[in-house]
């Protein structure tokens, strides 16, 4: 029996090397303990960061995602440090994730280690992950393994979902705001036989936008006709398989998913004054999107190795207008990873080394009719073929010290040869020490306005000429981190954590919109660009149920814009400088009742200049951000009442222009701070059944 668990383990880990952002271990490890009739229980704070893992790995556990009314995946990262979580302009209600003072498409995200959120994906797929549907998020930063690819450059996210066999027969979710948004979430698990495990989660949410005039306030609370949010509709659904066969060594994950989402912004018509002969500025988007994949692993005998097939398929479209522009797209991608991972052997030697093929088809269209940019209909189709190859080194042969290096070699069929080195070391110098460092390269490639739809939001002229000059984004990351253990008193311990990570880009796509106010140049870079992120986090439990997070990040990001053979070198626009975050939580007996309180400090940002590059630098207010939630807890059902940001601080005036939407200096896209202000929110969860 015990030659048989070992094997399970070695097929889960050829798809999940030891080298990757994953803590799927841990809870396959519970599965088979399950299988042995043991059960393990215990609890995690709301962020874990981890002492066992060669990349320095932040997870925010299940106990973080409910923490506050993370309705979506965009807002899981508001007590973490880690991610700056900021919107893409004042229409769409879009919001996106920065990391190391990146932008979110520089980070691979990952769903259980399949790629996912690439492409037309990387603006609107923040939102589209519902957090209910979460067990954890690792976030990892710098370099990562090369089994993954090659477009990890700031870092990866992995999101874990509820397993079928390891989650509740029947769990829902539902949650009401005072912005009338309502959301509906139900996951089940059945096991279908001995073997055999389903399950299904669905999501469906609504904003409710009132049509009485006086109701309107609700959604446009700075009074400039622009709804503060967009309506939305929301329906999605996710059916996911588990087989596990112990005595072949078999283990086997297939699912599938569909969404569909729409989203009605621009002006609120119940304010409109059509009487003044300004036409309504809409911005209607839809998003559909289904993706199918399958990861299989198989032990291949007494040696303990093991093979990973992993497999994906993905269509996504995308229709949408902002005002005069419109900009469609569909996207058809596959991925598939074939890999052999050697099993653990006495000397601390081992090797994981495999084939990958991706395919990318994307058709897009982009249209500015607005008289005065007079922008032709623009066909941006692009093909990108690239099949790789990869091996990866881990010695842990020393007691302390643990390294991974690794080499993969790629062919784009839009840019050629791309090779990708990267390294991992681990030294625990003892049980309050440990030091890593990390370094290597990693690649992008850039799809300018798919991955900027905020600027959309504004009248500024697409200056296209550039873009199929682009080149693949290239930069190398270099990081470095201490976490220190404190003894502290009845034998507790506080964490503390330091780390500092560089970003250098070689080749960048530059969106510049410092040259002139009324346009937006895509090039490639000429000159320096790179990003620098220092960071510390204390963690500790001041007595027994409550605990105390505490974190401030520092962020500089530089970049150079180029006209007519003139370099200029700036502060990246609409970066937030600094970071602090302090999280409170306290919970008495058995978790009866939780009470949570986040305070944030969201430094300044620089604002794009007016008159060109020798402009005067604008810079954006620091300003504070407060969460509160208290949830009543039992063993079937909970009850949660929470406030986002408590002192209702809004960006004053999102929307330049506001008053004609059509004019040149009209311009949502500058945004930098909160847009809807205080929400009030109340919501229960149910839980039916006992774990598989």
């Known amino acids: 029996m015990k030659k048989n668990i070992y094997r399970l383990f070695t097929v889960f880990l050829c798809t999940f090397p030891a080298s990757t952002v994953w803590s799927q271990t841990a809870e396959d490890s519970i599965a088979v303990n399950d299988l042995n009739e043991i059960t393990v229980s215990g609890f995690r704070p709301g962020t874990v ?3 066992s893992s060669l990349f320095k790995t932040e997870t925010i556990t299940h106990a973080g995602l409910t923490k506050m009314a993370c309705c979506a995946l965009s807002e899981s990262f508001e007590n973490s440090a880690s991610a700056n979580v ?5 229409i769409s209600g879009a ?10 498409f520089y980070v691979q995200t990952l769903a259980e280690n399949v790629p996912v959120l690439r492409g037309l994906a990387s603006t609107y797929g923040w ?3 519902p957090s209910p549907w979460l067990e954890s998020i690792q976030i990892s930063k710098g370099t990562s393994s090369v089994v993954n690819g090659y477009e990890s450059v700031s870092g990866q996210i992995n999101l874990e979902f509820k397993k079928p066999h390891l989650s509740e027969t029947l769990y829902a979710d539902y949650y009401v705001d005072e912005l009338l948004h309502l959301e509906s979430n139900i996951t089940s698990s059945l096991q279908i036989s001995d073997k055999l495990w389903t399950g299904l989660l669905l999501h469906g949410s609504s904003t409710l936008h009132p049509q009485d005039k006086s109701l309107s306030k609700i959604h446009d609370k700075n009074k400039d006709q622009f709804l503060d949010m967009p309506k ?3 329906i999605n659904a996710y059916n996911r398989w588990f087989y596990l066969d112990e005595e072949r060594g078999i283990q086997s994950r297939t699912g599938i998913r569909f969404l569909y ?3 009605d912004a621009g002006q609120d018509s119940t304010c409109h004054d059509a009487a003044a002969g300004i036409p309504l500025f809409e911005s209607p988007i839809v998003n559909k999107n289904i993706q199918v994949y399958n990861k299989t692993g198989i032990s291949t005998g007494k040696t303990g190795g093991s093979l990973g097939i992993i497999s994906s398929f993905t269509l996504h479209d995308l229709r949408s207008a902002f005002g005069m522009k419109t900009f469609n797209g569909r996207q058809t991608s596959w991925y598939a990873n074939v890999l052999y991972a050697s099993g653990p052997n006495g000397d601390g030697h081992r090797y994981t080394a495999g084939a990958s093929f991706s ?4 058709g897009t269209e982009f249209l500015d009719s607005l008289e005065f940019n007079q922008t032709p209909l623009t066909r941006l189709n692009r093909v990108e073929a690239v099949p790789g190859a990869f091996a990866e080194y881990t010695f842990s042969g020393m007691e302390k010290l643990t390294l991974v290096a690794g080499i993969r070699a790629d062919f784009n069929s839009r840019y050629g040869w791309l090779f990708t080195p990267r390294a991992n070391v681990k030294y625990d110098c003892n049980d309050y020490l440990i030091l890593r460092a990390s370094g290597g390269r990693g690649f992008h490639s850039p799809g300018v306005i798919a991955e900027n739809t905020g600027l959309l939001a504004s009248s500024r002229k697409f200056d296209l000429s550039q873009i199929d000059a682009l080149d693949m984004e290239r930069a190398w990351n270099f990081g470095a981190s201490a976490q220190v253990y404190v003894p502290l008193w009845d034998e507790g311990r506080a964490t503390l954590s330091l780390e500092y990570f560089h970003t250098r880009f070689q080749n960048q796509a530059v969106a510049d919109m410092e040259r002139n106010r009324n346009a937006v140049y895509f090039y490639n870079l000429d000159g320096r660009s790179s990003a620098d992120a220092w960071q510390t986090d204390l963690s500790l439990t001041v007595f027994r149920g409550f605990d105390i997070f505490a974190a401030f990040r520092y962020s500089s990001n530089r970049i150079t814009y180029t006209e007519n053979g003139q370099r200029y070198e700036k502060e990246k626009p609409l970066v937030s400088s600094f970071k602090g975050l302090v999280n409170l939580s306290y919970a008495t007996a058995l978790k009866r009742w939780v009470f949570d309180v986040t305070a944030q400090l969201n430094g300044s940002a620089r604002l794009p200049a007016m008159n060109g590059y020798r402009s005067q630098d604008r810079y954006s207010p620091s300003f504070p951000v407060y969460f509160a939630q208290v949830t009543k807890n039992s063993k079937r059902f909970d009850l949660y009442l929470g406030v986002e940001n408590l002192s209702d601080y809004r960006q004053e005036n999102p929307v330049a222009g506001w008053g004609n939407p059509f004019q040149r200096d009209f311009d949502a896209s500058m945004i930098w701070g909160p847009l809807a202000g205080r929400k009030i929110y109340l ?5 039916l059944g006992k774990l598989i």
Do not use: C, P
């Open 49 to 51: 960061i981890s002492s």
């Open 86 to 90: 900021a919107y893409s302009d004042a």
């Open 95 to 104: 919001r996106q994730i920065q990391l190391l003072g990146l932008a979110g």
């Open 127 to 129: 939102s589209h992950v």
């Open 232 to 234: 939305m509709q929301n």
């Open 261 to 263: 989402e729409t989203r």
């Open 359 to 362: 395919y990318d088809r994307y």
């Open 683 to 687: 919501g229960f969860r149910l839980r």
